[in-house]
């Protein structure tokens, strides 16, 4: 299983102590495959094809909502049980004909007999929810005034327990793996996806269940792409190659990225690049400590760039913390008021971009923040970045 019973009990609730701070009834907490985090937070689950929600009422206990593809999945695999399956959550157009499918209406009037009215509902998700969700919603719950408590709901998930970072840790574990695979088979003429192979199957082996972004592999011009996804390109002798990989272990992501060199050796305008990216790591590592705001920890890596003439390549912030999502708020970039708390889990993620002749790079390692600085969650990965080539 891919969740933690007394953690989701505690996770459940904070999320009433939200229904009572702001008058409501129940929460529904919108997820999907892609919006993945939310519901995974309260259910260490999520169905496949099919969209759903938690609903956590005032009181009594939570709902697992879906279609029916995914309940018995739900009922083997999630920490909430209690399921309903519903139209707009479906496959569209599949049939289910021995399934039982209700609508919100229905659900309402279920809640009603068990004794909850909802006059005032908490949505969270709303960035993601769909149109025809919140249209059934919003019929099926009449006359109920409907909240956006996101913000509210999302900085549950900012500071990490102790078995929360552990599964991180984990992960991390997996990527430094990974990190020595996918290094090993860069060469000339090796296909791109050839190199994310490897670094997904030694994941895989060790118990990674999915992946927080598809795995990063961009050669010569295709570096520029910020993101880009190995494709069926073979990798030219003097390209540099940007690799990175996101494992999931029981939903919690690890993450590592770097800027190889293709042939095995950096040229000196490469090595000089590269070891930009190192002083900015170093810079913003610095920064991670309690108290410190978002524009604090940027400032040092900005400067850096504008006085190396690096600054109009600059499309990322430097640190962004991670957790269910590989790249999740909160962010700290130069407008970020947001601060460093004991327990956050921490990446420092330094990149540029459309640069004419280098095209693109990045480096990216984690820490955790402690109650007076921080601490790697991959030493291998911090000694690497730590010193100049």
């Known amino acids: 299983m891919y969740y933690n019973i007394r953690e989701t009990e505690e996770r459940i609730e904070k999320v009433r102590g939200i229904l009572r701070r702001n008058g409501l009834?129940?929460?529904?907490?919108?997820?999907?495959?892609?919006?993945?985090?939310?519901?995974?937070?309260?259910?260490?689950?999520?169905?496949?094809?099919?969209?759903?929600?938690?609903?956590?009422?005032?009181?009594?206990?939570?709902?697992?909502?879906?279609?029916?593809?995914?309940?018995?999945?739900?009922?083997q695999s999630s920490a909430i049980g209690n399921t309903r399956s519903f139209p707009v959550f479906m496959v569209p157009e599949e049939e289910y004909p021995n399934a039982e499918i209700i609508t919100f209406s229905m659900l309402a009037e279920?809640?009603?007999?068990?004794?909850?009215?909802?006059?005032?509902?908490?949505?969270?998700?709303t960035n993601a929810v769909p149109l025809q969700v919140y249209r059934d919603l919003t019929e099926g719950f009449k006359g109920a005034e409907i909240l956006d408590i996101t913000s509210e709901y999302e900085k549950l998930r900012a500071e990490k327990s102790e078995w929360e970072r552990e599964n991180m840790l984990t992960a991390v574990g997996f990527c430094d793996l990974a990190y020595r695979e996918m290094k090993n088979k860069i060469a000339p003429g090796v296909y791109e996806y050839e190199v994310a192979a490897v670094g997904e199957a030694v994941c895989r082996a060790r118990?990674?269940?999915?992946?927080?972004?598809s795995t990063i592999v961009g050669s010569g011009e295709r570096a520029m792409a910020v993101v880009p996804t190995a494709t069926d390109k073979r990798m030219d002798a003097g390209e540099l190659v940007m690799i990175?990989?996101?494992?999931?272990?029981?939903?919690?992501?690890?993450?590592?990225?770097?800027?190889l060199p293709v042939s095995g050796e950096y040229t000196a305008v490469q090595r000089d690049c590269m070891n930009h990216l190192r002083e900015v790591m170093r810079l913003t590592k610095e920064m991670l400590r309690p108290g410190v705001s978002g524009r604090e920890i940027d400032m040092p890596g900005r400067r850096y760039f504008e006085k190396h003439g690096?600054?109009?390549?600059?499309?990322?912030?430097f640190a962004h913390t991670i957790g269910l999502m590989e790249a999740e708020a909160p962010f700290y970039g130069?407008?970020?008021?947001?601060?460093?708390?004991?327990?956050?889990?921490?990446?420092?993620?330094?990149?540029?971009?459309?640069?004419?002749?280098?095209?693109?790079?990045?480096?990216?390692?984690?820490?955790?923040?402690?109650?007076?600085?921080?601490?790697?969650?991959?030493?291998m990965m911090d000694e690497l970045f730590s010193r100049e080539l």
């Open 334 to 379: 130069p407008n970020s008021d947001d601060i460093l708390i004991p327990g956050m889990t921490v990446m420092v993620d330094v990149s540029f971009f459309g640069h004419p002749k280098l095209y693109g790079a990045r480096i990216e390692t984690g820490y955790i923040i402690t109650e007076t600085g921080c601490r790697p969650m991959s030493p």
């Open 244 to 259: 990175g990989i996101a494992p999931r272990f029981k939903g919690y992501a690890g993450t590592m990225g770097d800027t």
């Open 207 to 213: 118990g990674c269940n999915s992946f927080a972004y």
């Open 310 to 317: 690096l600054f109009e390549y600059l499309v990322c912030p």
């Open 110 to 125: 279920e809640l009603r007999s068990g004794g909850t009215i909802i006059q005032r509902l908490g949505l969270v998700g």
């Open 25 to 75: 009834d129940a929460a529904l907490v919108y997820f999907d495959e892609l919006n993945v985090a939310n519901g995974w937070y309260l259910s260490g689950w999520c169905g496949q094809f099919e969209k759903g929600a938690v609903l956590v009422p005032l009181k009594g206990e939570p709902w697992l909502l879906g279609g029916p593809e995914s309940e018995h999945f739900a009922r």
